[in-house]
């Protein structure tokens, strides 16, 4: 599992994480320790890619 | 992109908010203790506040009027509370610039036991922009 994790830390310290690359349950999973050492997230957002390879694994199977 | 969380910072890993205040202050300005010891006021009396990991006022930049630095662990919380005096001028400026440097030392630290080195590291300003990467 590659990916690319970005933070932007800003001048109060807060963090703004940002993975690609990774979809699905292991992109969460890639982040929810740095989480959870950080402080309190105030905000998660997925992205259309979150679910992309799911559903493209998910028709893959089908067509088999 | 597959998601992006935002976090407000809090003060949970103890190696990174030690690492941090060794840098701010110097290797021998930051007491750890087992057990909360109480925080001195400015006339080096102690207080009612308690804490395990102390910065001693003198220690401070401009801390000689004030009461010492305290960070007490709240197992309830999983977190340190932060006893800092209010009547501090620079208090805001300092406990910023702690929790920048606590930040990016716990995101290096964390994601480096998951692989991951930085390869990029940009600041802007006050900001910091980390790229990490695999490898």
Known sequence: MLGRVEAVIDENGDVK????????????EM????EDLLGKVAQRTKKPEFSQSQKVGQKAKVKA | MSHYTRVEVEFRDRESLLEALREMYGEGSVQVHNEPVALNNWQDMPTALRAEIVVRH???????YMNDLGFQFDKSED???????????????QLRRLKRSYSEKT??????RKGFKVSKRVEEGQKVRLVLRRG
């Open chain 2, 79 to 93: 977190k340190f509370i932060v006893h800092a005096d209010s009547s501090w001028a620079a208090v805001g400026d």
């Open chain 2, 58 to 64: 003198k220690e401070l930049q401009d801390g000689s």
């Open chain 1, 31 to 34: 982040t929810k320790e740095l």
């Open chain 2, 107 to 112: 995101t290096i630290r964390t994601m480096s």
């Open chain 1, 17 to 28: 994480i940002e993975v690609h690359g990774v979809s699905g349950p292991k992109c969460m």
